[in-house]
């Protein structure tokens, strides 16, 4: 009898680990990350609402720190670069990559070679791009200097170094990076597209163009929704392109909000005004993802 | 040791810091060979530096051989600000921070002359590291240079010896020395032993050898300065004796640029106003006013 019971409580206790072995497993991942990120996000958060400046101060000082930010030159000249950036990196790395990625998707000879080619930026830190670009935009080593000797007196490429234009040269080198990885993503979703349907539309007397343009392109609605998200992530958190390419000059017309945050609270010993941008960003990467996350979750439940 | 950094280091108590050195930030670097093929001689007042980049401009040379960094902005914008303005409105505006001194006419000529300078600057200015900026004047590329005393090193490195390939000036100024002190801070400690070891290493680091030593390294002079400069170039022993006649003259003023006058945060709200109006074409006025404005809303 006795025997009996034991033998069942071993295989309850068998059945109870195998319903939660994977949460014990992953307990400790959980935990850390809920204190690593969820709790300093918080801890940022408190600290916004302090008087903290070279070190962090625990007494709640006010909202005042949100007002300092919003009437700062310095942030909204970033926020504002953070819009043309986001939007030109979006436009022009979303194009681009899917163009590769049709080219790519006529099953050439060379398939392989190229998509690592094109690809390999990606493999680069921001750091080395930022570097690299820097030399070969700088008007006195780089482009403009090659044009003008073999012969181009009067060409001019001085983006860089021009407070207009700057911005765009960042653009140029973010786009560079990262072309590759959407054209990734973008050849991934053609090639999942079954064939019955690109032969159907064939029979049809359809064109490649609008095989393309009317079919394939409509049915990489989740790709363009990934791509979307992760670059405008990259777009917002991007600070080691800023730092190795301009260093947020010429002056300070190139400033993005992660350069802000990093040379308020380290440059200019204000830790609290630089929790609040740090904030700032947080929403503006909660505004992109939270919805995200709910149509993704929405549909996993519909199905 | 002087006075004032004396002072910075204890502050009307026990002492809390021992200085290892004085850096000398107003230091003008000019390539004696350019200068000499187009016949001109050490400026001493602003408009001879005028006068001569202009010279050198019209024989095609780069005049100002200058990194386009924040920093770099602002430590060439001190070194006018004293030269031009004087040692008593340098006090005034950037160590006291008095409102008045800030948005005055003089603040305008001292944006005035940076906008001048800006002139005299080459293309790929911007982004450029300080060092790159020490290379275009010691392989005669550029004039001359304004940076601390830290730039010998590159002379050094690339064997140029001042008086014979290069001259080592102070900008012009009326006896004004801007200096920086890097000193090692002693934090409070209650166990012996551990006091016992920070007497000891502020002990070796006042001592006369290791001062002499370090700086020999370093580029700066001596925080003592009862050191023998015999194994120091020109350069260090015209500081040297620099700083003893500006110290009697009240000339000796502490850079804000480098942390020495001001701590991070003015230090910045004052960078960010120079950095822009050296690149765009903000007027002088508007700079100063901004200049003010920045300081106030940091204060």
Redesign the interface.
């Known amino acids: 009898m006795a025997f009996f019971l034991i033998k069942n409580s071993i295989k309850n206790m068998f059945k109870w680990l195998e319903k939660n072995l994977p949460k014990i497993v992953l307990a400790p991942a959980v935990g850390l990350i809920s204190w690593f990120v969820y709790g300093f996000v918080l801890w940022t958060f408190y600290i916004s609402f302090t008087n903290s400046?070279?070190l962090p101060r625990y007494e709640l000082w006010g909202v005042g720190n949100y007002g300092k930010l919003w009437a700062s030159h310095?942030w909204l000249v970033a926020v504002e670069n953070l819009f043309i950036f986001t939007a030109l990196f979006l436009i022009f790395c979303t194009v681009i990559g899917i163009i590769l990625a049709i080219f790519l998707d006529q099953k050439i000879r060379a398939e392989g070679v190229l998509r690592t080619i094109y690809l390999y930026p990606m493999a680069l830190s921001f750091i080395v791009t930022g570097t690299a670009w820097?030399w070969i935009l700088?008007?006195?080593?780089g482009i403009q200097k090659m044009f003008i000797d073999w012969g181009f007196e009067s060409f001019t490429f001085?983006w860089?170094?021009d407070?207009e234009m700057a911005i765009y040269t960042v653009v140029i080198a973010g786009v560079w990076q990262s072309a590759g990885f959407v054209m990734a993503l973008f050849l991934a979703g053609l090639r999942s597209v079954e064939d019955e349907i690109v032969k159907a539309a064939k029979i049809d007397g359809a064109g490649l163009f609008t095989v393309y343009w009317k079919i394939l392109i409509p049915m990489m609605r989740p790709v363009f929704f990934t791509s979307f998200v992760i670059l405008v992530h990259i777009s917002i958190k991007s600070y080691d392109l800023i730092v190795a390419l301009?260093?947020?000059?010429?002056?300070?017309?190139t400033t993005m909000p992660a350069m802000y945050m990093t040379?308020t609270a380290f440059?200019?010993?204000?830790v609290a005004l630089s929790a609040t941008s740090a904030i700032m960003m947080f929403m503006a990467v909660s505004a992109v993802i939270i919805p995200y996350l709910y149509s993704e979750l929405r549909r996993e439940n519909a199905s | 040791m002087i006075a004032a950094v004396h002072k910075c280091q204890n502050n009307s108590g026990p002492y809390c810091a021992a200085p290892v050195n004085i850096h000398r930030i107003d230091w003008m670097w000019a390539n004696k060979v350019v200068f000499d093929a187009n016949g001109i001689s050490v400026p001493t007042t602003w408009d001879e530096l005028n006068a001569a980049a202009d010279k050198l401009q019209a024989a095609g040379i780069i005049p100002f051989a200058h990194g386009g960094q924040a920093w770099q902005d602002a430590t060439v914008f001190e070194a006018v600000a004293m030269g031009v303005g004087g040692n008593n409105y340098y006090k005034n505006c950037y160590v006291k921070l008095e409102e008045t001194c800030l948005r005055s006419e003089t603040t305008v000529k001292v944006f005035d002359q940076m906008r001048k300078l800006k002139g005299y600057t080459d293309e790929g200015s911007p982004g450029r590291d300080w060092n790159v900026a020490t290379g275009m004047v010691i392989e005669g590329k550029a004039g001359f240079q304004i940076m601390g005393d830290w730039a010998k090193g590159e002379f050094t490195a690339a064997g140029k010896s001042p008086g014979w390939d290069y001259y080592c000036v102070p900008t012009p100024s009326n006896n004004g020395y801007l200096y920086n002190v890097d000193s090692f801070i002693f934090y409070k400690t209650s166990d012996p032993d551990k006091q016992a070891g920070q007497k000891l290493l502020a002990k070796l680091m006042m001592g006369k050898n290791f001062q002499k030593v370090f700086n020999l390294y370093k580029g700066s002079i001596p925080a003592r300065l009862d050191v023998p400069m015999d194994e120091f170039d020109d350069c260090a022993k015209a500081s040297n004796a620099d700083i003893k006649t500006s110290g009697a003259k009240g000339g000796l003023v502490p850079s804000f640029a480098h942390g020495m006058a001001q701590g991070n945060t003015m230090k910045a709200a004052l960078q960010d106003v120079i950095t822009e109006h050296f690149n765009s074409d903000m007027s002088s006025k508007d700079a100063a006013n901004a200049l003010a404005d920045s300081v106030l809303q940091n204060m």
Do not use: A, E, F, M
């Open positions: 400046k070279i310095k820097k700088n008007p006195t080593l001085d860089l170094v407070r301009t260093q947020g000059g010429p002056g300070i017309s040379q440059h200019k010993s204000q």
